[in-house]
């Protein structure tokens, strides 16, 4: 695994564990805004993973797509990246 990708990991595993005291915090009924701060902070690590992924899908996938002969490949490629992107700005 790449360092790019254990990062990525390190991020996700920071999220999941504050989402577990997210929902511990509702079930212990906690102040709502030291709950929002949290999952916050989860979002802000799930956003920074998810920019981590497009870096290194680009510096790795796409650019071998890009530099192949396959037309069609290529396409698919774009579209997939539009694709997602468009999905992370919903």
Do not use: P, R
């Amino acid at each position: 695994m790449s360092k790019q990708k254990q990062k990525t990991l390190i991020n996700f595993k920071k999220a999941q564990s504050l989402i577990s005291k997210i929902l511990k915090m509702i079930e212990n009924d906690e102040y709502c805004i030291n709950i929002m701060q949290q999952n916050l902070a989860a979002l802000g690590l799930l956003k920074s993973a998810h920019q981590m992924l497009m870096e290194n899908h680009l510096n790795t996938c796409f650019m071998n797509a890009m530099s192949g002969k396959s037309e069609k490949k290529k396409k698919e490629m774009v579209a997939e990246i539009l694709k997602v992107t468009k999905l992370f700005n919903k």
